[in-house]
């Protein structure tokens, strides 16, 4: 079992940048594919970004692709979501999440029921 903390959140205004961690204990790094989600008020939790086992292949939901990116720092047991151009709608609680084997890839590794472990979340405001 993995255990994944958030961090990194906070206000920022429209065209700025943050980002976010998750970093991730209890168990081999290397064995699971994490991915960030969302969730805004009133609205249904949404894949943003995933990074496969082993961290090599990564994906974007249409509405992220071309300003966020995802990486991972294996020997920080960590995940990073880089978010520039940051518009208002990207707020939201942001949340990593992590599965084992079987894996997804492309739009199935953004699905929320895909997923085993979930951190506490960490809030992204985006002002106008």
């Known amino acids: 079992e993995v255990q994944l903390v958030e961090s990194g959140g906070g206000l920022v205004q429209a065209g700025g940048s943050l980002r976010l961690s998750c970093a991730a204990s209890?168990?081999?790094?290397?064995?699971?594919?994490i991915a960030w989600f969302r969730q805004a008020p009133g609205k249904e939790r949404e894949g943003v970004s995933s990074i496969s086992r082993s961290h090599s292949r990564t994906y974007y939901a249409d509405s992220v692709k071309g300003r966020f990116t995802i990486s991972s720092d294996n020997a920080k047991n960590t995940v990073y979501l880089q978010m520039n151009s940051l518009k208002p709608e990207d707020t939201a609680v942001y949340y990593c999440a992590a599965r084992g084997a079987p894996y997804y890839v492309g739009r199935y590794s953004l699905l929320t029921g895909n997923y085993d472990y979930w951190g506490q979340g960490t809030q992204v405001t985006v002002s106008s």
């Open positions: 209890g168990s081999t790094f290397d064995d699971y594919a």
